[in-house]
């Protein structure tokens, strides 16, 4: 259904480029980056992952995706830390990267013009259906766009957003799964209009 970058078969030698992996909660977007960072690994590349310090959602050093498989990960403050840690890496694997303030726009750019492979992964909303901090720009400067979707809950269709169930004043939408539910286009407006 989507098209998978050529991963392991990296034509360029030298060349690096950008993947972004996107969709809603519970679309599989952190499932898909394991998937890439598995198939590197069997590949022997040499793999750097990276989350920032505010998800603290299941862990603080592993990527964790909602059916409970995980990978180690380094945890980063700010996006200039992923370029300081992964000068030895060819594949840069980063997580929940909605988070991350705008440079990790320009950081991306930096370590694929640097010839590595760059997986991001990130919600592209917000619990508002708006555009998600530097998501929308890293769609736009990479190579490759995957959007996947969800279940929704309501009906059982194609999800594409995040619902927050419990109305709350905070901004930052923090991954507490309970607080969330997949719902496609109409389930959503119907109660965020
Ligand atoms: P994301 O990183 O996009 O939040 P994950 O990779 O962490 O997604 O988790 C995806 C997994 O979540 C699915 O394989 C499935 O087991 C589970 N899941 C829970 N609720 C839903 C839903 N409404 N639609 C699809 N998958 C769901
Ligand atoms: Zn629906």
Known sequence: MFTEPFIQD????????????????????????MRRVRRARIANQNIEIFKP?????????????????????KVVKSPI?????????????????????LEIIEITKELANNGKRVIVAGLDKDYLGKPFGPVPGLMTTSEFVTKLHAICVKCGGLASFSFRVK??????????TEEYEARCRNCFYAENA
């Open 10 to 33: 990296k034509l360029n030698k030298e060349a690096g480029w950008i993947e972004v992996i996107t969709g809603p909660m519970f679309s599989g977007k952190t499932e898909e980056l």
């Open 53 to 73: 310090e505010i998800d603290s959602r299941y862990d603080k050093v592993k990527v964790v995706s909602h059916d409970e498989s995980s990978m180690e990960s």
């Open 81 to 101: 830390k992923i370029l300081d840690q992964s000068s030895k890496a060819e594949v840069v694997a980063i997580d929940e990267i909605q988070f991350f303030d």
């Open 167 to 176: 109305p709350s004043s905070e901004k930052i939408l923090l991954g507490a």
